[in-house]
């Protein structure tokens, strides 16, 4: 079955502090991942994605994440977590047929300073 | 450069009345999607258009019809609402379906629907 999921459903980090999201994914699914990012009561942004090429990917406010076939990973990371990222994140994958985005079930960050 | 526009922004329905829930893009996209979203649940795709005319249903379609009206717009419609279609539903697009790489789906900021 196709499926992404997201470990822990609440992350908690302290400013400053690392920020480690963990994705995994159904070897089901191709290799196209992304992360998105939503603020309270707004559309989900995207983040980040892996198509080809390098499996480390830079996106957006110092977000980063790691594509890593053998382990069927894809966790997003930041060194230095800011009071701003506190947001729900998304994980997804591209379906088998290429036709729509497998989403996990999220990820909610707080920040405290 | 508006991107995904959805309305309305919030409604309340009562149970078995029935509404429309209105999609357009303005990036000349091919696809475009319906996705419902949940507490703890992610999102789940509802309906989705590969392109101009066609439609395929998705994870959750029941309760739901779609209308492919033209390549800017998508229409999501509830014949008769029910409590368990209280939700936000989030509206995309893409410029192609496939696995081109760089193909990203830009999503609309959402309709808050509830059901009472």
């Known amino acids: 079955a196709q499926s992404v999921t997201q470990l822990g459903s609440h992350v908690s980090v302290s400013e400053g502090a690392l920020v480690l999201l963990r994705c995994n994914y159904s070897s089901s699914v191709p290799p196209y991942l992304f992360w998105y990012v939503q603020y309270p009561n707004q559309g989900l942004q995207l983040l980040l994605k892996y198509t080809t090429g390098a499996t480390l990917v830079k996106g957006i406010n110092g977000f980063e994440a790691e594509f890593k076939k053998s382990e069927t990973s894809f966790h997003l990371t930041k060194p230095s977590a800011h009071m701003s990222d506190a947001a729900e994140y998304f994980c997804?994958?591209?379906?088998?047929?290429?036709?729509?985005?497998?989403f996990g079930k999220g990820t909610t960050l707080s920040v405290s300073s | 450069n508006a991107g995904v526009t959805q309305t309305p922004k919030f409604q309340v329905l009562k149970t078995g009345q029935s509404m429309t829930l209105q999609c357009a893009q303005d990036m000349n996209h091919n696809s475009m999607y319906w996705y419902r979203q949940d507490p703890g649940m992610g999102l789940r795709l509802i309906y989705y258009s590969a392109s101009e005319g066609t439609t395929d249903k998705g994870e959750v379609p029941n309760g739901y019809n779609v209308s492919r009206l033209n390549k800017r717009e998508f229409s999501l419609r509830l014949e008769s609402a029910a409590p368990s279609q209280t939700s936000v539903y989030f509206c995309?697009?893409?410029?192609?379906?496939?696995?081109?790489?760089?193909?990203?789906?830009?999503f609309g900021e959402g309709s808050w629907l509830t059901v009472v």
């Open positions: 995309a697009s893409r410029r192609l379906t496939g696995k081109a790489a760089g193909n990203t789906i830009y």
């Open positions: 997804a994958a591209l379906n088998q047929a290429g036709t729509a985005l497998i």
